[in-house]
């Protein structure tokens, strides 16, 4: 079933929706949310991109297969971890650096990152094969 109204207000939402997943996941290492619910909420962009135009339009959008997504999530937040190793502190130890004068990111933003990817990977291949079926 094609509805107009569906599509025109999917190519408004599915922005806002994905505007409002990165702002989780850039506030989630200071304060509540990060990587999983910025994940829930850009799967949640994707399903309803996905019952507007269909499961060819998200892969098409992609670029990129879902399972591929979860595995660079994996080595992402991996690397995050291993990271202090490397300065002789304990695994997933937060490590900081500054760009510019207010600016500080560390390795748990790179986590989150890594959370999020392997979240959206996983959501994606479930409702691409659920949507095939």
């Known amino acids: 079933m094609q509805s107009i109204i569906l599509s025109s207000a999917t190519r408004l939402l599915v922005g806002l929706i994905l ?10 290492h200071h304060l509540p949310g990060g990587g999983f619910a910025a994940a829930l909420v850009a799967a949640t962009g994707f399903a309803l991109f996905a019952l507007a135009e269909g499961q060819e339009a998200v892969r098409r ?3 990129a297969d879902p399972r591929r997504i ?14 202090p190793l490397f300065s002789h502190r304990p695994f997933l130890t937060g ?4 760009l510019g004068p207010s600016l ?3 390795t748990p933003l790179l986590f ?6 392997v979240v959206l990977g996983t959501v994606l291949t ?3 094969a659920l949507e095939e079926s």
């Open 104 to 106: 500080s990111l560390g």
């Open 70 to 83: 979860t595995a660079a999530g994996l080595i992402v937040a991996l690397t995050a971890g291993l990271l």
């Open 19 to 28: 505007v409002f997943s990165v702002y989780l996941l850039w506030r989630g």
């Open 126 to 128: 479930l409702l691409l």
């Open 95 to 98: 490590l900081w650096g500054t």
């Open 61 to 63: 959008g992609l670029r």
């Open 112 to 117: 989150d990152v890594g959370v999020f990817l």
